[in-house]
C-alpha cells in the first residue's frame, strides 16, 4: 500500500512559482498527491509514469520519450502476454468490462490510498466531466471497499465521464475473513454510475508502465480496454 504521508507536504508548495516555470514532474504511487496537487492548482500536465526507482526498460523508456520529447498521442493497451506467462499473469492482463461505451474527458488519478487522502482539500481535482483511474497494492478488497465508498459520499463519482480501474497488486482477501471480490466490489459502486468503465488496465505497480498525462485530454473504450490521448502533453 501507499504510505499516506505524501499529502502532508502539498501546502508548503509555491504553485505560483511552479506555474510560473513549468517542469515535467511524473512518478507513481505515493507521488499521486503531488501529480493530482499540481495539477489541480496550476493546471500544468504532470505525468503518471516511471520513477527513479522503476526499472528504465525500453518498452517503458520509448512511449515516454514519444510523448514528452516528441509530443505525440498514443494509445494505451495492456500489453499481450504470451503462451510463456503464468496463468496469474495472463488473469492480470484481462480486460473486464464493468459498463460498455466510450467516453472522452481530462484524465485524473493514480493510486487510490494516496488520492483517499487528499478528497475535500484543494488538492484533489474537480472530478466533473473527467476520466478516473485507479490503482493500488497491497490493500484488501474491504478497504478498496472503504474507500470508493468515500469517494461515493464525498461526491468523487458524480459527473465522472469514464472510469478505468488498473491493477491492485497483492489485493487479495485475509485468510481469516470472508470478501467480496475486487469485481464484485467495483460492480456494486461504479456500474450504477452508468458511464463507461473497466477495469484489469496495465496501471499500477507493474511493468511495463504506461505514461499517463494527468489533465489530458483523452478518449476510452471500455469494450476493447483502450486509452487513447487526444492532444499532445508537451508544447
Known sequence: MATGAAPAFLPYLDYDQIRD???VVIGFSDITALLLG????????TFHGPHGLTAWRADQVEPLRQILMQGEQLTYTNPLLGADQDRLMRDQGRIQTITSGRASGRLIGGNLSVISGIVGSPYMPDPTGAILFLEDIGEAPYRI??????????????????FVFGQC???GPGETYASLTLEEILQDHIQPLGIPAWSGAWIGHVEPLWTLPIGGMVAMDATTGTIQMLE????
Not at 38 to 44: D, K, P, R
Not at 149 to 156: E, H, R, Y
Open 21 to 23: 516555470n513549468p517542469k
Open 38 to 45: 499540481v495539477y489541480a492548482q496550476t493546471g500544468l500536465t
Open 145 to 162: 471497499d472503504r474507500m470508493l465508498t468515500q469517494f461515493k459520499l464525498a461526491g468523487v463519482l458524480d459527473g465522472l465521464a469514464g
Open 169 to 171: 497488486t497483492r489485493c
Open 232 to 235: 499532445p502533453a508537451v508544447v
